[in-house]
């Protein structure tokens, strides 16, 4: 079956930039599916980041744009997240997930168990 | 852009009770619209898409209706481990956004 796992460093400095992966296994991101990033602050709600396709599209949250670049890597059947400039209001658990139709716009079906990220000095 | 409301943002029911949540989208949104529930500690979990259509896997118990600005989703009968946050999710031009959830617990 499909699964999904992020991992990167679970510190990060103020002003720095925040690198995370989210490995796949079970399916090849080159047959196709969008796949997204999702945070969300402790005790707060879902926020979607952006998301991408194997082909390199992507779509981005315009609150986030400026900072946010989403990459796929099909040689490792990955797809990264970067999120440049970061603030302590940028700590949260990040997810990724697949999403269930051949759209940038569906449902995410299919979700990582989450990474939390804390931005302090 | 499209904002998403919810409510109750929290309820007690008893075991057996019908639940209701509301969603309410600030556009038409058609049926652009999904309910996920969400389990303390663990990533959220897809139940419905688009507005009514029960995700493979998923308990007939729970239900979701409406299209353009208002949807509903439906518990038809408690259960203990339905005992989670509930958020509802529309994805229109290529912009997605939650609503800010709905806490369950049991009375």
């Known amino acids: 079956q499909v699964q999904l796992q992020e991992s990167g460093p679970g510190l990060v400095k103020p002003s720095e930039t925040l690198s995370l992966t989210c490995a796949v296994s079970?399916?090849?991101?080159?047959?196709?599916?969008?796949w997204g990033w999702i945070r969300q602050p402790p005790g707060k709600g879902l926020e979607w980041i952006g998301s991408v396709y194997h082909s390199g599209t992507t779509f981005y949250n315009p609150s986030l744009k400026s900072r946010v670049t989403i990459s796929a890597d099909t040689s490792k059947n990955q797809f990264s997240l970067k999120l440049s400039s970061v603030t302590a209001a940028d700590t949260a658990v990040y997810y990724c997930?697949?999403?269930?139709?051949?759209?940038?716009?569906?449902?995410?079906?299919?979700w990582g168990q989450g990474t939390m990220v804390t931005v302090s000095s | 852009d499209i904002q998403m409301t919810q409510s109750p943002s929290s309820l007690s029911a008893s075991v057996g009770d019908r639940v209701t949540i509301t969603c309410q989208a600030s556009q038409d949104i058609s049926n652009y619209l999904n309910w996920y529930q969400q389990k303390p500690g663990k990533a959220p979990k897809l139940l419905i898409y688009?507005?009514?259509n029960l995700e493979t896997g998923v308990p007939s118990r729970f239900s979701g209706s409406g299209s353009g600005t208002d949807f509903t989703f439906t518990i038809s009968s408690l259960q203990p481990e339905d005992i989670a946050t509930y958020y509802c999710q529309q994805y229109d031009n290529l912009l997605l956004t939650f609503g800010p959830g709905t806490k369950v617990d049991i009375k």
């Open positions: 997930a697949r999403l269930r139709g051949g759209n940038p716009d569906d449902a995410f079906h299919i």
């Open positions: 688009d507005a009514s």
């Open positions: 079970g399916y090849s991101i080159n047959s196709g599916y969008y």
